[in-house]
């Protein structure tokens, strides 16, 4: 089985890491379902101090933590706190009490992406090729080793479940949402325009490019 190591480490250790031949260190972490990115790439991270670090990165979606690579050992982005955004894959990311949010529209009704998952135990066989599966989330995470070490590599028997959720943030306020109803609740005074559109654009809330359409349309009507 694949162990890779991830241990945290302040931001005021990142400031003063040279990051040099970025591009030649090899990702042993591709095309992982529990990481956001198929692979670990070149960022910046701006400080809210004003500073930028460029870093490789990728995102932990179960445990919703920026992860770096430098060398051949993987770290958490420890004090978030700390960060203004992230700039990661042509995409950007700013800190929240759980985990960085995607910003996925900037414009009144701004639209974040909070992507995360779990794990989630496939069951015993129960016959006739069927599985019991066990409806209740469950993850699994072992710690070892003195240097704080974390494996996060995922068993056989397990499986990483999508949890991704939409945040809007309007007037100062966050409500997120993860389907139709939900949406609609935050714009009842618009929401047979919205439902229409909705409908007529076949909007998939599972899929990102399809909520960023809507959220789109609806800053246009308001």
Known sequence: MMRYHLKKISLAVI???IFSGLNAQPDTLKNRPNLLL???TKSIVKMKSGERKVAILNYNLVDQEMVFMQKDKYWVLNDPQ?????YMANRVFVPFEKGFYELAVSAPSMLFIQHKSYTEELGM???????????????VKTIYGG????????PANYKIVDDTEY???LAGSMQGFKNKRQFLKIFPEKEKEL????SK?????TNAENVKKLVLYCNEIY
């Not at 066989?125 to 993850?139: E, L, V």
């Not at 439902?195 to 909705?198: A, E, V, Y």
């Not at 654009?201 to 809330?205: E, P, R, S, T």
């Open 15 to 17: 400031l003063t890491v």
């Open 38 to 40: 198929p692979k670990f």
């Open 82 to 86: 700390l960060v203004d955004t992230v």
């Open 125 to 139: 066989p129960t016959g006739y090729g069927a599985r019991s599966q066990t409806t209740a989330p469950s993850y």
């Open 147 to 154: 240097n704080g070490a974390i494996n996060l590599e995922i």
């Open 167 to 169: 945040w809007i943030r």
């Open 195 to 198: 439902s229409q559109f909705i």
């Open 201 to 205: 654009n076949m909007i998939d809330f």
